[in-house]
């Protein structure tokens, strides 16, 4: 069977958001739960410690957690936080840039879909040196996927991305605090305002982008309900759906349903088609125009 995870919450939420949030998760079917800020160390809703209290409470709860690390390191307070977390000795740590995977040479740990592993060299040499499982990067297509399936290396798990706005590029720039005409420095924390993010429309007023902090994401849901006979038969491992603020813990019911019972494909289609903000994508796992819905 498949197991689901829940990857780490992507926004600015507050302290009782997240607590009531990862509360809910504690009763879904999902089976791994990412935990941690990967996007901005400005986002200090929970520290450190907080994390590791909450990753205890989780596995309590018979979910397996993962710390993830930030997708970009720009100071010296942004590293000394890195190594705290590759160097905890109870949970086991995604990698979302090189100097993580530098950090936990030796270990078990996971890359995130914001490593770059475009080819097998690149994740036999990781294999070597502790990788155990791999996210895909998003924008790589199903043709892909299925030549790295047929020479993975023994033993490391392949985990993709199947729902949620695609995170697609991360800038030193804040985006959100210039759209406020905010330096970086002085954002005022605008991110919270928005806990799906900020939403960029075209000139046509067609919904384009998604702003949040530093991350640039897809306007549109990624979505791969329709494709999960094809990532079954590629024997994919873990499927990812990304936090968003509302409905989450349908959409994990939704996906486990149709990995359990497929005939209810076409139910869990429609369903899922009425909860989801802005409408669906999937022309990445295609090898089209990421934008694309087939």
């Given at each position: 069977?498949?197991?689901?995870?829940?990857?780490?919450?992507?926004?600015?939420?507050?302290?009782?958001?997240?607590?009531?949030?990862?509360?809910?998760?504690?009763?879904?079917?999902?089976?791994?739960?990412?935990?941690?800020?990967?996007?901005?160390?400005?986002?200090?809703?929970?520290?450190?410690?907080?994390?590791?209290?909450?990753?205890?409470?989780?596995?309590?709860?018979?979910?397996?957690?993962?710390?993830?690390?930030?997708?970009?390191?720009?100071?010296?307070?942004?590293?000394?936080?890195?190594?705290?977390?590759?160097?905890?000795?109870?949970?086991?740590?995604?990698?979302?840039?090189?100097?993580?995977?530098?950090?936990?040479?030796?270990?078990?740990?996971?890359?995130?879909?914001?490593?770059?592993?475009?080819?097998?060299?690149?994740?036999?040499?990781?294999?070597?040196?502790?990788?155990?499982?791999?996210?895909?990067?998003?924008?790589?297509?199903?043709d892909t996927l299925a030549d790295f399936q047929a020479n993975r290396p023994e033993g490391v798990e392949t985990e993709i991305f199947v729902y949620g706005r695609l995170p697609l590029a991360y800038s030193a720039r804040c985006f959100t605090a210039r759209a406020h005409n905010l330096p970086k420095d002085n954002c005022q924390y605008r991110c919270i305002d928005y806990q799906d993010g900020l939403t960029l429309f075209s000139q046509d007023n067609k919904p384009f982008l998604t702003i949040n902090g530093i991350q640039t994401q897809s306007a549109y849901t990624y979505n791969l309900l329709s494709?999960?006979?094809?990532?079954?038969?590629?024997?994919?491992?873990?499927?990812?759906?990304?936090?968003?603020?509302?409905?989450?813990?349908?959409?994990?019911?939704?996906?486990?349903?149709?990995?359990?019972?497929?005939?209810?494909?076409?139910?869990?289609?429609?369903?899922?088609?009425?909860?989801?903000?802005?409408?669906?994508?999937?022309?990445?796992?295609?090898?089209?125009?990421?934008?694309?819905?087939?």
């Amino acid at each position: 069977m498949n197991k689901l995870s829940l990857g780490p919450v992507l926004y600015y939420w507050s302290r009782e958001t997240l607590f009531d949030f990862y509360e809910q998760m504690m009763t879904t079917d999902v089976d791994i739960i990412y935990l941690g800020e990967t996007v901005c160390s400005k986002r200090k809703s929970l520290r450190t410690s907080d994390w590791l209290e909450l990753a205890a409470k989780l596995t309590d709860a018979g979910k397996e957690v993962v710390l993830s690390t930030l997708s970009l390191i720009e100071a010296e307070s942004e590293l000394k936080t890195l190594r705290s977390l590759c160097d905890n000795d109870k949970f086991m740590v995604e990698a979302n840039d090189m100097a993580a995977v530098q950090l936990l040479e030796g270990k078990k740990f996971v890359t995130g879909h914001s490593v770059n592993i475009y080819n097998n060299n690149s994740l036999d040499f990781l294999a070597k040196i502790g990788l155990i499982r791999w996210v895909l990067p998003v924008e790589l297509s199903r043709d892909t996927l299925a030549d790295f399936q047929a020479n993975r290396p023994e033993g490391v798990e392949t985990e993709i991305f199947v729902y949620g706005r695609l995170p697609l590029a991360y800038s030193a720039r804040c985006f959100t605090a210039r759209a406020h005409n905010l330096p970086k420095d002085n954002c005022q924390y605008r991110c919270i305002d928005y806990q799906d993010g900020l939403t960029l429309f075209s000139q046509d007023n067609k919904p384009f982008l998604t702003i949040n902090g530093i991350q640039t994401q897809s306007a549109y849901t990624y979505n791969l309900l329709s494709a999960l006979p094809d990532i079954i038969s590629l024997e994919v491992d873990v499927l990812r759906i990304s936090p968003q603020s509302f409905h989450t813990e349908r959409v994990i019911e939704i996906f486990k349903n149709c990995l359990k019972k497929p005939e209810t494909m076409s139910d869990g289609m429609a369903k899922l088609q009425r909860i989801i903000p802005m409408g669906s994508c999937d022309g990445y796992w295609h090898g089209t125009a990421g934008m694309d819905e087939k």
